[in-house]
């Protein structure tokens, strides 16, 4: 397949070595003034600009007659407050494979833009997680407050959950210092803008929320909805990895405990790099690591288990079973949600286990699964959206998924509400799905 052709636009005095390297990249067009510029027909992956011809007056007028095309100025001086869109890079990095790196930037910088807009009028923002806030999500609204360049009066970090119980997690709010509000759906409407983070409108099922102005999230699409900007990268291990370069593309600074946070986003939602993370996740974990915090995230994985917990795991542990290489345990009734993940993600370390199906039943309403498998099988999240997306929210990535169904769909879906029969039914549907043969799961 043929890839895009790109074209650049050089503005100013340019060393020939330079125009030599990017025409083996694409088409070159060299110019020495504004008006031979502003009169270039056709549309450019990136304008150039010499230092000297900088002026913050010339690049707005680039910029309003190529909106969509980012500048970058050659060997500029560092600006307190940049123009938007414009970079400014050290000549040697224009002549090495960093360029490649600063050019995305800038074209991420270009949609910072745009999400920049979308809020820019709002009194009230609501940045809305999902109902069981994890640290990618927390990190991730941390995030968009900052890029926005809001505070916790302005925009608000909410979820419409119970209070957060998972100890880490717990952990990482009290010495972050990050403050997070439980809300009713009531109070989504002293909200004028919502952006949501970490999740889709479709996790939500049927609760009626005001109109959603933007979705960021790095799991993959799910139904239909609109929203104002959206930003869905289902290629991503996590969506700490979207907004950190969303971050480095605006050339915001990212204080420790910012840094610090996405870090853990990334850490926890890919398990250390170890579970769908790709070259993204890589560079932004390398980004951030030099500038966290890493004694403070020390204290925040090591956060204290109270020892009545122990008890509930070590009962859920005794109730496990294994089928065509796949562990099922069932954790039973459960007041604190994340003790399923948390059995989920030790199923799988098993021998010769491919699958972990952990599930238990949530303050007598809802059967909460957590399914974890090796990575090379069938999609994991795929698999439990074609399961489960008529009677509950079900989704996730390849190795890791989710799914939240009312006790009373299952009691109506099996004519059963027990554990015995819950135990069965589980057992039958994914034996069945997991040894079916796998179609493209690509």
């Known amino acids: 397949m043929n890839k895009e052709l790109k074209r650049y636009l050089f503005i100013g005095e340019f060393d020939s070595l330079l125009l030599g390297l990017f025409s083996k990249r694409g088409e070159v067009i060299w110019v020495s003034s504004l008006d031979e510029a502003l009169t270039q027909t056709g549309n450019f992956s990136l304008i150039i600009l010499e230092n000297s011809f900088f ?13 969509q095309t980012p500048l970058i100025v050659s060997n500029g001086d560092e600006h307190d407050e940049p123009p938007p869109s414009v970079r400014f890079v050290a000549f040697h990095k224009l002549l090495s494979e960093q360029i490649e790196r600063e050019e995305r930037l800038a074209k991420t910088e270009l949609r910072v833009e745009e999400l920049r807009a979308v809020h820019a009028g ?44 998972r100890p880490e997690n717990v952990a990482m709010i009290e010495l972050l210092e990050i403050d997070l509000e439980a809300l009713t759906p009531a109070q989504l409407t002293d909200f004028d803008s919502i952006a949501l983070v970490d999740v889709q409108p479709t996790f939500f099922g049927g609760m009626q929320i005001p109109e959603i102005d933007t979705v960021i999230d790095h799991h993959p699409l799910v139904g239909s909805y609109d929203a104002k900007f959206k930003e869905i990268r289902a290629e991503e291990g996590a969506t700490s990895t979207i907004l950190t370069k969303y971050l480095r593309a605006a050339q915001v600074d990212i204080s420790e405990r910012l840094a610090t946070a996405l870090l853990y986003g990334i850490k926890t939602d890919t398990i250390t790099l170890n579970r769908d993370a790709n070259p993204d996740d890589v560079e932004a974990f390398t980004f951030l690591y030099p500038d966290s915090n890493l004694a403070l995230l020390r204290r925040i994985e090591r956060a204290e288990v ?44 098993v021998k010769g286990v491919e699958w972990s ?5 949530i303050g007598k309403s809802h059967l909460i ?29 390849r190795s890791a998924a989710k799914a939240v169904i009312p006790l009373s769909k299952v009691r109506k879906t099996i004519g059963k509400g027990s554990q015995v029969h819950i135990k069965k039914w589980l057992t039958e549907i994914f034996t069945k799905a997991v040894t079916e043969k796998a179609e493209d799961d690509s």
């Not at 796949?326 to 799988?348: A, H, M, Q, T, W």
């Open 55 to 67: 002026t913050p007056t010339r690049s707005k007028k680039l910029a309003d007659h190529y909106p």
């Open 369 to 397: 699964l957590s399914v974890r498998n090796v990575g090379y099988v069938k999609s994991a999240g795929r698999l439990v959206r074609e399961l489960f997306k008529e009677i509950g929210s079900a989704g996730g990535h």
């Open 122 to 165: 709002a009194k009230k923002l609501l940045i809305l997680l999902h109902d069981h806030p994890d640290p990618d999500s927390i990190a991730s609204a941390l995030a968009l407050r900052t890029l926005l360049k809001r505070n916790k009066q302005t925009a608000i970090i909410g979820h419409l959950g119970e209070q957060i119980s």
């Open 357 to 361: 199906v952990a599930f238990g039943i």
């Open 306 to 349: 109270p020892p009545s917990e122990m008890k509930s795991l070590g009962q859920a542990l005794a109730d496990h079973w294994i089928k065509e290489g796949i562990f099922f345990v069932n954790v039973g009734r459960v007041d604190r949600e994340y003790l399923i993940p948390k059995i989920s993600d030790f199923g799988i370390q």
